[in-house]
């Protein structure tokens, strides 16, 4: 059977059973139902469905974007529907949640691992069951018992979708200055908000029953900044007493933007209080609060922080398929001759006997699977400390997994993304091109350092909070994780010993240069050169990830584990060395940034 030119099977099962050891997790309560035939089962299944599914739809819909009608409804493909109905009707969408909601409960690192196929089959179609699973995991983790059978049960289930309505046309990432109102009504438990939302994925279609709306909003008299905002559940159709759709509500679609890709997903500009008919004839979209008042932005965090790591997870499927549509195009394309052949009638060698394309496969390669093995280990990492039976264990894996989540987002956003870009690099001329799809992938991978938080604002939110976070606690987990690894591998000898102590005197470098940057005390001097520091913290991260992957190696023999080995050997001669100069960047305090006049640009 032909490799598939989406994923690589052959490294999902490396990194899930040779090193992370993922059949453990069935020891524990919540996954005792499960085995390594179920894991297997379920990754058979995500390869099947995204390659007749997902696959075939990603040029139409990225041809074919979505458009309102003349009925003011959204108009999109037929096959976008099909491909989502055949995702449902396998029951997947029900993998991670809890067995009284329907679920599955499975590992959600198998869940994530799974996904990557149809991420990379058609990111901008998966995009709906995606940010589905987050707002009910959400809504199951924090609304009522009501709550939860009205609009997390339907969303589980597949037949409704829902968003996260956070920003709005003045208040991007600055979700302190928006201006949503939600105004408690006289029967005690409903509200009305009124308000624009802007760029909400998933705002608006037709490919479910209905769509839920977890909007951030301002009551009456909260308290200005973030400490003043609530949330709220608000549906596109109100839910009928016995939980079928009923009236429409309040919420309109006021436009869709035009996106450079990704553009399966529509991305909405919503009103809400537009004046629509509700019930009462009074405007303001019925809405019903989740939790406590003013504690709006921690749940949704809850959801963010999760949607992080799948957004990493995004960047690196969409890195990793361009990088397999390279390889295959390099080993069948043929161009040129080698430089030590001269006779110009020998025949033409294919491209992949370069040593410059080889140059830039190997970068892919690495980028890649060095993602691949930091958002999955991001993953088992939510598994840990949700279920394992030691509490300080488990504790210690959510505080890494909080150190690491900027990393898990960033770094693959940036870096698949060069190798989207190095993938059409290989093809030339031909990459340049829609006859190909790798242009496209790049175009779809471009989306990801922005949503979700930008690279600048992970930046921020590593340097100035994560790596401080109880004194620096967290940094020593991660610190005793990159010892164990470096004295592992300098038992096995040879060129990972050699790795080994390469990146111990990179971490303890990356270690000074942090006490430098804080040691004033002054936030605005820490965090000028953020950017930078959220780079070569990444690159270290990698760095250690790519030795795991040597040490799980070990003695193996085939062409797959030879490949880990040059792609490990090509990171740590180009890529981890880069570190070297950001940090003596960082370690200078420079403040080029701080001292700029912006009238000068």
């Not at 339907?154 to 949503?180: F, K």
Request: hydrophobic share 40%.
């Amino acid at each position: 059977m032909a490799s598939s030119l989406i994923m690589s099977r052959r490294d999902l099962d490396f990194l899930l059973h040779d090193w992370l050891r993922v059949e453990r997790l069935v020891e524990r309560e919540r996954y005792a139902d499960h085995d390594r035939e179920t894991f297997d089962a379920v990754l058979d299944l995500a390869e099947q469905l995204a390659t007749e599914h997902f696959a075939p739809v990603n040029r139409e819909a990225d041809t074919h974007e979505p458009f309102v009608g003349e009925d003011g409804r959204v108009v999109q493909p037929e096959s976008v529907r099909a491909a989502l109905a055949a995702y449902t009707a396998s029951g997947l969408p029900t993998s991670v949640f809890d067995a009284e909601l329907g679920g599955m409960q499975l590992p959600f690192v198998v869940h994530q691992a799974a996904s990557s196929w149809f991420q990379a089959a058609s990111i901008g179609t998966f995009a709906y069951p995606f940010l589905a699973e987050g707002n009910a995991n959400l809504l199951a983790t924090y609304g009522t018992p009501e709550q939860v059978a009205t609009y997390a049960v339907p969303v589980v289930e597949g037949r409704w979708y829902g968003t996260m309505a956070l920003s709005e046309p003045q208040a991007g990432s600055s979700l302190g200055d928006i201006t949503t109102r939600a105004v408690r009504q006289d029967d005690g438990s409903s509200y009305r908000l009124t308000g624009t939302k802007m760029w909400i994925s998933g705002g608006d279609h037709e490919l479910a029953e209905n769509i839920v709306h977890l909007v951030l909003a301002r009551t009456p008299d909260a308290a200005p900044g973030t400490k003043g905002i609530s949330l709220f559940i608000v549906p596109k159709w109100l839910p009928a007493d016995d939980g079928s759709v009923g009236e429409r509500n309040d919420v309109a679609l006021v436009g869709l933007n035009h996106k450079m890709g990704y553009r399966a997903t529509t991305n909405t500009l919503l009103n809400f209080g537009e004046g629509l008919a509700t019930p009462g004839g009074e405007a303001g979209a019925v809405g019903h609060l989740v939790g406590e008042e003013g504690r709006g932005l921690t749940y949704m965090f809850h959801m963010m922080n999760e949607a992080r790591v799948s957004v990493g997870a995004g960047a690196t499927a969409l890195g990793y398929t361009g990088y397999l549509h390279s390889l295959e195009y390099a080993r069948v394309r043929t161009q040129g001759r080698p430089l030590d052949r001269k006779d110009p009638t020998t025949p033409p060698v294919p491209l992949v006997e370069h040593a410059d394309v080889r140059r830039m496969l190997l970068a892919q390669k690495s980028y890649v699977e060095g993602a691949l093995a930091l958002v999955l280990f991001c993953a088992h990492l939510v598994d840990e400390s949700r279920t394992h039976p030691d509490a300080d264990a488990a504790r210690e894996a959510e505080q890494l997994l909080s150190l690491l989540t900027p990393v898990a987002k960033s770094w693959p956003s940036q870096w698949c993304l060069a190798a989207n870009d190095l993938a059409i690099q290989v093809l030339g001329g031909a990459g340049y091109t829609r006859d190909h799809p790798v242009e496209q992938l790049y175009r779809d991978n471009r989306l990801n350092p922005i949503h979700e938080g930008t690279l600048g604002i992970q930046a921020q939110d590593l340097l100035g909070r994560k790596v401080l976070e109880g004194g620096g606690r967290s940094l020593g987990v991660l610190g005793a994780r990159i010892t164990a690894t470096v004295e592992a591998a300098r038992a096995v000898g040879g060129d990972p010993a050699a790795y080994a102590d390469q990146l111990g005197r990179t971490w303890e470098e990356l270690l000074r240069v942090t006490g430098v940057l804080w040691e004033k005390g002054d936030p605005a001097l820490a965090l000028a050169n953020a950017t930078p520091y959220l780079e070569a913290f990444g690159h270290v991260v990698v760095a250690w990830l790519w030795l795991e992957q040597l040490v799980a190696v070990g003695e193996g023999t085939e062409p797959f584990h030879d490949g880990k080995r040059a792609a490990a050997r090509y990171f740590y001669a180009f890529e981890l060395p880069t570190t070297g100069p950001r940090l003596d960047l960082l370690a200078s305090l420079d403040t080029t940034t701080l001292d700029l006049d912006p009238t000068v640009l």
